[in-house]
């Protein structure tokens, strides 16, 4: 905890200090009790913010995203990066009097917040994972003479998912998932496993014997049967920028949502890891952690090959290849991918 | 986001209770009430056009405008003061009253509420000089509320859309949970109040006089003790003789009041002459003292010596020109241009002392015990004045036997003096009713052998002329009983009916000392030493009479005091400013550059993000360009980190908001 006088102390001890001089040159009681009341406030005004910021305590209750709207309604509860996020807190002592923020995450970086009645805003900045580990408050409450400060624990870990688009062939432009079922994953016929239930879900595949045996809504994943297995290698650079290797992740996490949205299966083949075909959550997942310099598989048995390196990304597929500058948007990216077929 | 401060309705309205809570209590103390509803009215209007006007820049014209309304305010009180244009009363308290109806138009920034509420302390200061009684504890009290108030309310940020609709449902937000700690501040007041060391020896510096050449219908009204002004009035002076034939009713009505720790009787002058109906003063040469005066030369007297007695004198009812005080005098600062001394120890001012006129002055009070009064010097050494023995030849000899009698057996002079005053006490009653003088008869021969009652006059009579005939100097002293006492206040008020007399004895080496002989009147009236406060031994007591040129000395003490502690909070203020790290000055700088912009600054309560966000909704160029810098203050402040990112250095962002804002304002 720490304790700092506010610039408004000078002055009342100046002002304090000028009328007890009066007040021992005139000998008037008033000035004498004049005094006392302005010194008076100086221990209020340490004590009170002292106490206030004592016995706050905060925990989560919720987290809030928007901005980014996800062309997979699956992942509309999920952070993406660039949203602006909102912490809902709940609060044990006077909150109202502190002011909170910014945060303090694991790496021990700080992140700025803004707060809203009870909940605080922040930025969600790019893909990976947010660990906050605590967040600064302080309060000069009531009278604004000293402020108190203290770092407050507030455990929460975020995992911040890169942006994507869905991009459509020209021969499946204006299908997007979920409007036509057959777009979905799980509407063919070949069998991938079951796997929990999740908005969006047709009820028609909940597998009610397995959900009787967990306890927990199960469905029958499956893919088209025509539909082959999609494969891309994300291969990052070390020297790559983080804009280029953020793009190169939001280039193959719309190639594999593509996958999804069209009900295909996909492989995504990053460092030493294989996600399980068609696993979009594990895929999302990993892409969000995804860093520079992880040494790649052989991109041979991938037909897809995304490569971030310092200045752009390089796209190759099949025989076909592009260049993407680092600041491209995503709706650039949703163009290229789809001309790319 | 909230109203900022200087938005708060709140905060603004603490502002004008403060301001007329310290009007009122001046109208209500001291008067001049015209002046004080007209400067309330003022101050009203003035805060409602200040919060109507507080989005809008300061223009030259209107600021010229309110100067030359300060400027009139100057006028009008030295008009005021040198005329009596407008009666002359309280002319500092008229110009504080104006000067913060004038300035009430201007409130725009934070800072221009504080100077605000401090001016209305000075005039509750100015109040507080002329409260004598309890009831302005309330005002002092409804000031320091307010004053909680604005600091409350300046510090929390009212709900957004903070309007006179809300104000209610804002005021309870902002007092919920606070009334606690209210109550702990007044609780705590009062034990600081109750132990602060209080100056019970004597001020702690000479007033600042300023010696201004009045032309002779100025009317003296001026404040005591730290700001007199100097003024000059010819005046007719009192009574030269007391008539013992006489003594008209005296009513209840003030006739001035005295701020002093304790009590004393306050002398006027003495009369040294008995003609056997009456007291004639004798014509001694007086010279000239100034306004000014430490180290009063009064024959007779040690005045050096002996605890200080400080007195504040507020004449509430035309009085004769002698300055009344506690005897002997020490130090005089009274406002006149210059006074004169007389052998006795009066003093004259140059004008009756009319209603208003104040004065400070600091007594000795000596050591009046039997035990030192014992050892004063023989007679035989003293060279008194004939005056103050000489009896009128025909006064009758039964007044020497019976003063023969009443000393028998007494070796030291006190304790002859004490048998007479003991003897008039006890065998003598006190009335005002008392038979009326026969033409030719001897005053105090007709009351010590035939009426056997009489008042103060006779009494301190009998006293003198029994002492003379025993050979012990004495004279008459006049002036006015202790008056009622105020516990709390320390003040005494005077009135028509403390009107006494009494008797002022030579004791050799020590001075004059008063006997009052007048039953239910203290036997010994000598001022009694200064009450002591609680802890009052811990606070220095410095001997201004001690350090020569003392008045320059003790005023530059006092103003070095207060100049020290004013540096040592600039130095606070300014090591804080250069503790911070260079980000944070810079960023200083930039919110300057906004300011210059016309772009939204940041408030005290928005961090630097928020303040970011809020410039983004104005100008997002402008945010750009700050976004950077915010984001390290806010990691320099809150997590101690201030590491130059790679490739970014300080001066870069520096010159990335210059450039950006001087292409968003045209190069300006």
């Known amino acids: 905890m720490r304790l700092r006088p506010r610039r408004r102390l000078p002055g009342l001890l100046v002002a304090a200090g000028v009328i007890y001089f009066f007040a021992t040159n005139s000998g008037v009681v008033w000035l004498y009790l004049l005094t006392a009341l302005l010194l008076a406030l100086v221990p209020i005004g340490l004590v009170a913010p002292l106490l206030t910021i004592q016995r706050l305590r905060l925990g989560v209750v919720?987290?809030?995203?928007?901005?980014?709207?996800?062309?997979?309604?699956?992942?509309?509860?999920?952070?993406?990066?660039?949203?602006?996020?909102?912490?809902?807190l709940e609060a044990t002592g006077n909150m109202e009097a502190c002011e909170l923020g910014p945060l303090v995450l694991a790496s021990g970086d700080t992140r700025a917040t803004h707060r809203v009645a009870s909940a605080i805003e922040l930025d969600a900045g790019r893909r990976g994972r947010l660990q906050v580990e605590a967040i600064l408050a302080s309060s000069a409450w009531p009278l604004g003479i000293f402020t108190a400060e203290r770092r407050l624990p507030l455990a929460q870990t975020i995992v911040v998912n890169p942006r994507y688009c869905v991009p459509r062939p020209a021969e499946r432009a204006g299908i997007r998932e979920p409007i036509g079922a057959s777009s979905r994953r799980g509407a063919g016929d070949q069998f991938l496993g079951l796997r929990q239930y999740q908005p969006g879900d047709s009820q028609r595949r909940i597998h009610w014997p397995t959900t009787a045996r967990t306890g927990e809504l199960m469905v029958i994943d499956t893919a088209l049967e025509s539909n082959s297995p999609g494969a891309f290698h994300l291969e990052i650079a070390a020297?790559?920028?983080?804009?280029?290797?953020?793009?190169?992740?939001?280039?193959?996490?719309?190639?594999?949502?593509?996958?999804?949205?069209?009900?295909?299966?996909?492989?995504?083949?990053?460092?030493?890891e294989r996600t399980p075909t068609g696993s979009w959550d594990e895929a999302?997942?990993?892409?969000?952690?995804?860093?520079?310099?992880?040494?790649?598989?052989?991109?041979?048995?991938?037909?897809?090959?995304?490569?971030?390196?310092?200045?752009?990304?390089?796209?190759?597929?099949?025989?076909r290849a592009r260049w993407l500058a680092p600041d491209l948007a995503l709706l650039e990216v949703q163009a290229i991918l789809e001309e790319l077929g | 986001m909230g109203a900022t401060p200087e938005e708060s309705p709140l905060a603004r309205l603490s502002v004008l209770l403060a301001a007329g809570v310290a009007n009122v209590g001046l109208t209500v103390e001291?008067?001049?009430?015209?002046?004080?509803?007209?400067?309330?009215?003022?101050?009203?209007?003035?805060?409602?056009?200040?919060?109507?006007?507080?989005?809008?820049?300061?223009?030259?014209?209107?600021?010229?405008?309110?100067?030359?309304?300060?400027?009139?305010?100057?006028?009008?009180?030295?008009?005021?003061?040198?005329?009596?244009?407008?009666?002359?009363?309280?002319?500092?308290?008229?110009f504080a009253m104006l000067a913060q109806a004038v300035t009430a138009f201007d409130l725009k920034s934070r800072r221009n509420l504080f100077t605000h509420i401090w001016h209305s302390a000075v005039i509750l200061y100015i109040g507080a000089l002329f409260a004598w009684t309890p009831v302005y504890a309330v005002f002092v009290l409804a000031w320091a509320l307010a004053f909680f108030g604005f600091l409350l309310f300046t510090h929390r940020r009212?709900?957004?859309?903070?309007?006179?609709?809300?104000?209610?449902?804002?005021?309870?937000?902002?007092?919920?949970?606070?009334?606690?700690?209210?109550?702990?501040?007044?609780?705590?007041?009062?034990?600081?109040?109750?132990?602060?060391?209080?100056?019970a020896g004597r001020p702690t510096a000479v007033p600042l006089l300023l010696s201004i050449p009045l032309p002779e219908q100025a009317v003296p009204e001026v404040l005591?003790?730290?700001?007199?002004?100097?003024?000059?009035?010819?005046?007719?002076?009192?009574?030269?003789?007391?008539?013992?034939?006489?003594?008209?009713?005296?009513?209840?009505?003030?006739?001035?009041?005295?701020?002093?720790?304790?009590?004393?009787?306050?002398?006027?002058?003495?009369?040294?002459?008995?003609?056997?109906?009456?007291?004639?003063?004798?014509?001694?040469?007086?010279?000239?003292?100034p306004p000014i005066?430490?180290?009063?030369?009064?024959?007779?007297?040690?005045?050096?010596?002996?605890?200080?007695?400080?007195?504040?004198?507020?004449?509430?009812?035309?009085?004769?020109?002698?300055?009344?005080?506690?005897?002997?005098?020490?130090?005089l600062y009274f406002p006149a241009r210059e006074l004169r001394l007389s052998s006795t120890g009066t003093v004259r001012a140059p004008f009756g002392l009319r209603r208003g006129v104040n004065y400070s002055a600091v007594s000795t009070v000596r050591d009046f015990s039997p035990r030192a009064l014992r050892t004063a010097g023989s007679l035989k050494v003293v060279e008194a004045s004939p005056t103050d023995l000489a009896l009128p030849p025909a006064i009758p000899a039964r007044v020497k036997r019976l003063a023969d009698d009443l000393v028998t057996g007494r070796a030291t002079e006190y304790d002859r003096v004490a048998a007479i005053t003991q003897y008039l006490r006890s065998n003598y009653r006190y009335s005002l009713d008392t038979p009326r003088l026969p033409t030719g008869s001897d005053a105090v021969d007709q009351f010590l052998f035939v009426d056997h009652v009489g008042f103060c006059e006779q009494f301190a009579s009998a006293l003198a002329v029994l002492l003379r005939a025993e050979g012990i100097p004495s004279r008459l002293a006049v002036g006015y009983a202790t008056g009622d006492h105020d516990n709390f206040t320390g003040s005494f008020t005077v009135k028509a009916h403390d009107a006494h007399a009494w008797v002022e004895v030579l004791f050799p080496g020590i001075g004059w000392m008063p006997f009052d002989a007048s039953p239910g009147f203290a036997a010994e009236p000598a001022a009694q030493k200064p009450l002591r406060w609680l802890l009052s031994d811990f606070s220095p007591q410095v001997a201004m009479a001690s350090l020569g040129t003392g008045g320059r000395v003790a005023l530059g003490l006092g103003v070095g005091t207060v100049a020290l502690v004013a540096v040592i909070a600039l130095a606070i203020l300014a090591l804080r400013h250069k503790s911070l790290s260079p980000s944070v000055r810079v960023y200083q700088r930039s919110q300057r550059w906004l300011r210059w912009g016309r772009l939204p600054a940041r408030v005290p309560w928005q961090t630097p993000a928020e303040h970011l966000a809020w410039l983004r909704t104005v100008s997002v160029p402008a945010a750009r360009a700050l976004g950077p810098l915010a984001g390290r203050v806010e990691a320099t402040v809150y997590a101690g980190v201030d590491v130059p990112r790679a490739g970014t250095s300080l001066g870069v962002l520096v010159e990335a908001l210059r450039h950006r804002f001087r292409v968003l304002h045209g190069g300006s």
């Open chain 1, 284 to 319: 999302l997942a990993r892409l969000s952690l995804a860093s520079a310099g992880e040494p790649g598989r052989s991109p041979s048995s991938s037909p897809v090959t995304i490569r971030a390196g310092r200045d752009g990304v390089d796209i190759a597929m099949g025989d």
């Open chain 2, 293 to 331: 005066t430490v180290d009063l030369p009064i024959a007779d007297e040690r005045v050096g010596e002996g605890t200080s007695l400080p007195q504040t004198f507020y004449i509430e009812h035309p009085l004769p020109a002698e300055v009344i005080a506690s005897y002997p005098l020490r130090e």
């Open chain 2, 158 to 199: 009212d709900p957004a859309h903070a309007g006179a609709d809300n104000l209610l449902a804002n005021l309870r937000g902002s007092v919920r949970g606070v009334a606690p700690w209210a109550a702990c501040w007044l609780v705590l007041a009062v034990i600081v109040f109750v132990g602060l060391p209080r100056f």
């Open chain 2, 224 to 289: 005591p003790a730290v700001l007199p002004l100097v003024g000059a009035e010819p005046g007719a002076g009192g009574d030269q003789s007391i008539n013992l034939r006489v003594r008209g009713r005296l009513g209840d009505e003030v006739m001035f009041r005295v701020r002093a720790p304790a009590a004393s009787y306050w002398r006027a002058y003495t009369l040294e002459e008995y003609r056997g109906q009456s007291w004639v003063r004798v014509l001694r040469p007086s010279r000239p003292i």
């Open chain 1, 62 to 88: 919720a987290v809030d995203s928007h901005g980014f709207e996800p062309p997979l309604r699956r992942d509309h509860a999920r952070v993406f990066a660039g949203d602006r996020l909102a912490l809902r």
């Open chain 1, 239 to 272: 020297d790559a920028g983080p804009r280029s290797a953020d793009l190169a992740v939001e280039v193959t996490a719309s190639l594999a949502a593509g996958c999804v949205a069209e009900g295909r299966a996909f492989r995504l083949d990053l460092g030493h």
């Open chain 2, 30 to 94: 001291a008067g001049a009430p015209s002046i004080a509803l007209t400067c309330l009215l003022l101050v009203a209007l003035g805060h409602y056009v200040s919060w109507r006007g507080r989005h809008r820049r300061r223009t030259r014209r209107g600021q010229v405008f309110l100067g030359v309304l300060l400027l009139g305010c100057i006028a009008y009180v030295v008009a005021d003061l040198v005329f009596g244009v407008f009666g002359g009363a309280l002319p500092q308290a008229k």
